[in-house]
């Protein structure tokens, strides 16, 4: 991912359209390489590399410069990965607590003879 081209950080800074298209498809493709290999789950992989990229543009007056975009990106997926795989154990844990707290069925009477 080669994102030290100082024109493609002030186009985005600019609003220019088309520019977080070529962030897109710049960075994109290792992002989503990053993610899958630390999440194993496309769809959550996906998920990340977009949010990683509208963050990118959200913060883009804290990138002092282009050669620190690429590493920022990296970064961000990193922490965005382990934020959702701490997701992924919180909403286990509550689903096998909830199931920990069904009533269980009572036992069924034994069949009388007569």
Do not use: K, Y
């Not at 496309?42 to 963050?55: F, G, H, I, S």
């Not at 909403?91 to 096998?96: C, G, P």
């Amino acid at each position: 991912m080669d994102l030290r081209d100082p024109r493609l950080l002030e186009r985005l800074r600019a609003g220019e359209r088309g520019a977080f298209d070529d962030l897109a498809r710049r960075a994109g493709p290792e992002l989503l390489g990053l993610a899958r290999r630390l999440l194993d789950d496309e769809d959550a992989a996906r998920d990340v590399r977009q949010e990683v990229l509208v963050r990118a543009v959200r913060a883009l007056d804290r990138i002092e410069s282009a050669a620190l975009l690429g590493p920022w990106l990296v970064r961000v997926t990193v922490n965005a990965c382990r934020d959702q795989r701490r997701r992924d154990v919180a909403r286990l844990a509550a689903h096998e607590r909830s199931r920990d707290r069904r009533p269980t069925p009572p036992p069924e009477a034994p069949a009388t003879e007569l």
